[in-house]
């Protein structure tokens, strides 16, 4: 073959594959995509260039396993399922990161936010650049006090912190420990939801402290709801006391697994210890004696509340509420769920009736007989 018919062919060639790419780009907007990685990612539908009417904006992977495994393909299906077109992005725990998703978001034309902040500064300022754009906004999961929020979606944060403190009380009281030296391993400074948690547990410990039942040991909590952060924190506890940490509370699941990691690295007694978010190591740890409980929030009940929330504001309607909540000097219309304490004695009729976690999800390997001996 001559070399001119050769480069003519060559070049036929790759305007083709150049062809097909652009058509692939061209139609990544109107499908839709999950991913979990990368500080964008992104999920949803659209119509118009990218466009969409209502934005999700959630804040990392880092903080819970929730927001990628279970809050990302709970709203993308509410949202399908209304016809309304949308975008689920993912911050990856950078507030800048997350201002400039808004700022795109506001600049396709969102109409609805449903925002998860990773700090109050950057949630204000999300929410102020919104609604000088005309933008309703919706508080998911966290509060942003001070922000000022159309509407605040999530569960009763309080209740949740006065299920983990009622929770380690019984486990204490169940191993028949007297007067434990308990710590307290606290979520984010930065999370509102951290301190409503806190409010909670304490109001159920701070009289055990008082009366001498209970000795309050270690209290700190951890930046970002970083676990490696709180694991390198429970050593140190671990250190200062000389290992006599008799039960802790832990904010949620990931923290309560720094907690277990440290005890089993030392190879000390695993004591008893809280969590939250019912996730799948979390629910084994229960079973196999490390963890004795976690809360349960049906984040799928979350997830339809907030969709139908979000619906209503993009048509101009009024959103179901069944509350309020106080944010400053404004009160915040509420959608509040309930939370749920589990025990290995209630993970069959919660998470697993729910479809919130499979059987397959937690009875793997050696949790197999565990999970028979419970009935599960």
């Known amino acids: 073959m001559k070399k001119s018919k050769l480069r003519a062919l060559l070049g036929v060639g790759l305007v083709v594959i150049v062809a097909l ?18 500080a964008a990612s992104s999920s949803g539908s659209s119509s118009s260039g990218g466009k969409a009417e209502v934005a999700v904006l959630l804040p990392d992977t880092q903080s819970s396993v929730r927001w990628e495994q279970f809050d990302r393909p709970y709203l993308d299906q509410a949202f399908k399922a209304a016809g309304i077109s949308h975008t689920i992005v993912n911050a990856q725990g950078d507030p800048s990161t997350q201002k400039t998703q808004a700022e795109q978001a506001i600049t396709n034309g969102a109409k609805v936010i449903l925002l998860v902040d990773l700090d109050p500064g950057s949630g204000k300022a999300i929410i102020a650049s919104a609604h000088a754009k005309g933008v309703k906004v919706i508080d998911y999961d966290r509060l942003t006090l001070g922000g000022g929020a159309d509407f605040y979606v999530s569960f009763d944060n309080t209740r949740v912190g006065q299920l983990q403190g009622q929770g380690l009380v019984n486990c204490i009281k169940q191993d028949g420990l007297s007067k434990p030296v308990v710590a307290e391993l606290n979520g984010s400074p930065t999370d509102n939801n951290a301190t409503l948690f806190a409010n909670g547990y304490n109001s159920v ?36 006391t000389g290992n006599k940490i008799n039960a802790v509370l832990a904010a949620n699941d990931g923290l309560a697994n720094s907690v277990i990691s440290a005890e089993t690295a030392r190879k000390l007694k695993y004591v008893p210890v809280t969590g939250q978010d019912a996730t799948a190591a979390g629910i084994q740890h229960i079973l196999a004696g490390q963890q004795c409980m976690t809360v349960y929030k049906a984040v799928k009940k979350e997830a339809d509340g907030a969709a139908k929330v979000a619906i209503a504001l993009d048509k101009g309607q009024t959103p179901p509420s069944n509350g309020s909540v106080q944010n400053g000097s404004v009160k ?27 059987k397959n999800q937690i009875c793997s390997g050696t949790y197999a007989k565990l999970c028979t001996k419970y009935g599960i």
């Open 332 to 358: 915040t219309p509420a959608l509040l769920e309930t939370p749920v304490a589990v025990t290995a004695k209630n993970i069959k009729d919660t998470v697993i009736k729910d479809g919130f976690l499979t």
């Open 21 to 38: 790419v652009v058509a692939a780009c061209g139609s990544s907007n109107s499908s839709s995509s999950s991913t979990s990685s990368g």
């Open 205 to 240: 410990l701070n009289p055990q402290y008082s009366s001498g039942t209970f000795s309050k040991g270690p209290n700190q909590s951890v930046p970002d709801w970083d676990n490696q952060k709180a694991l390198t924190i429970y050593e140190q506890m671990l250190q200062q």
